[in-house]
């Protein structure tokens, strides 16, 4: 059973937007939840975390917000004005460490797959 389960990937155009979703399982720590991406060829990117009460949210990219509602165990990543170079896999992580803007997380899900065209 798949404790974080992401959506709202898809393909959009040069300067749109899209909004990712990921529902945790009720068991899974979620103390800290965040985002990375993958491009083909490069390594794991950090992108954005939060805490559970949501009122420290960080995130590496202007153009990406992180926010939760921890009502429904669901953290959001809203990517705004997205570029080619934003084309990759994204994947919601949760638990594990945060501090400063470096996240190191215990749970990851599956990914889901951002195309932007240009």
């Known amino acids: 059973q798949a404790q974080l389960v992401e959506s709202g990937g898809g393909l959009v155009q040069t300067g749109g937007s899209l909004r990712l979703s990921c529902v945790a399982s009720a068991t899974l720590n979620t103390h800290f939840m965040g985002w990375f991406r993958q491009a083909p060829g490069k390594e794991r990117e950090f992108l954005a975390a939060?805490?559970?009460?949501?009122d420290e949210p960080y995130s590496v990219e202007g153009r990406f917000i992180i926010s939760i509602d921890n009502a429904k165990n669901t953290v959001y990543l809203q990517m705004n004005r997205l570029e080619p170079q934003d084309t990759a896999i994204y994947y919601c992580a949760a638990g594990g460490t945060y501090y400063e803007g470096s996240y190191s997380p215990d749970s990851w899900g599956q990914g889901t797959q951002v195309t932007v065209s240009s």
């Open positions: 939060i805490n559970w009460s949501g």
